[in-house]
């Protein structure tokens, strides 16, 4: 009996492992194996283990266990269930935000992005933004990459362009077809292209510098164009 | 439960707390389980994570009083 019991909690414990591998495989993705495990990734682990923990620490003791636990014993609890957990969730929650929101998959899981994303990706497409996707200028991001102003600020600023697309698409308060609000900043070209050899080697480069440094002349004027225009963004959208 | 309750919990804060975090906790998992979507973004961002600054901000404020209530700030 006892050695039947001994098998049978073997076989649950290569049970729990082999469902804890799974998810795991499930959590971090294809990419790890060939990539290393990302901030994103492990922080996005680290907020699902935190909320699970603090889910089932309020729970059981809020609404089960009160009653039995020693003041000091519940004071502490709560102190990890009501302060620690949840620190440990934001921090992770807000790296896997800060991450997740720099790919292609979160700018194309909004459908009105469609057009963009798809143009992007099609081999035969004049576009800037599919040249550089099919090239491979640009290994990873490649809207990121380009829709940020480099430094801390722009990367906010990114973010909060993010939200505000967001918060259009889920009102269906955007006006079709979309288009881009603002102006493109050069700095978001020279930020790559500057000081490499063949960008130096355009004369029209040199002694147009002062005007492209100061965004009176945008790169779009003689490059481009950069995405799909207007009536381009129907044909893609009919296409659908 | 009657000596918890009588000198942590006088404002019902802890209480609320828990719930608010609970929710905040739950709505965050969901995003973080099923990754980047609109409606995630919205359910775990936007709700979740207000509901858990409030959790957080009520456990503070139920500490901060009940300390001072014991002379200790």
Not at chain 1, 87 to 95: A, C, E, M
Request: hydrophobic share 40%; charged share 15%; glycine share 8%.
């Amino acid at each position: 009996m006892r050695v039947h019991n001994g098998r049978l909690a073997r076989s649950r414990f290569r049970l729990v492992l082999s469902l804890l591998a799974f998810n795991c495989d499930r959590l971090l993705g294809a990419t790890t194996a060939q990539h290393g495990l990302t901030a994103g990734e492990l922080m996005r682990g680290v907020g699902l283990f935190a909320a699970i923990a603090g889910i089932l620490i309020l729970f059981l003791v809020e609404f089960l266990w009160r009653p039995r636990l020693q003041p000091s014993t519940y004071r502490w609890l709560l102190f990890v269930g009501l302060l620690l957990l949840p620190i440990t969730l934001l921090l992770g929650v807000t790296t896997t935000l800060f991450e997740e929101t720099k790919t292609v998959g979160s700018c194309a899981s909004c459908h009105v992005m469609d057009p963009f994303v798809n143009d992007m990706m099609d081999p035969e497409s004049p576009t800037l933004a599919a040249e550089h996707f099919r090239n491979k200028w640009i290994s990873d991001h490649q809207c990121y990459a380009c829709h940020t102003t480099y430094g801390v600020h722009g990367t906010l600023a990114a973010k909060r362009d993010g939200f505000r697309h967001w918060w259009l698409y889920v009102t269906g308060t955007w006006n079709k077809p979309i288009q881009y609000s603002g102006s493109y900043p050069n700095s978001n070209c020279r930020a790559c292209h500057e000081g490499t050899v063949k960008f130096e080697e355009v004369k029209s480069h040199q002694a147009l510098w002062l005007d492209l440094e100061t965004d009176r002349l945008s790169c779009f004027s003689c490059h481009g164009p950069p995405h799909p225009g207007p009536k381009e963004q129907e044909v893609s959208a009919g296409n659908q | 439960m009657s000596r918890i309750s009588s000198f942590e919990d006088r404002w019902g804060l802890l209480r609320t707390s828990v719930i608010s975090t609970l929710l905040g906790m739950f709505c965050i998992l969901v995003f973080l389980w099923r990754g980047f979507e609109s409606w995630t973004v919205g359910l775990g961002i936007f709700l979740g994570v207000p509901l858990l600054l409030l959790g957080i901000l009520l456990y503070l404020t139920a500490v901060i009083r009940d300390l001072r209530r014991r002379g200790a700030l």
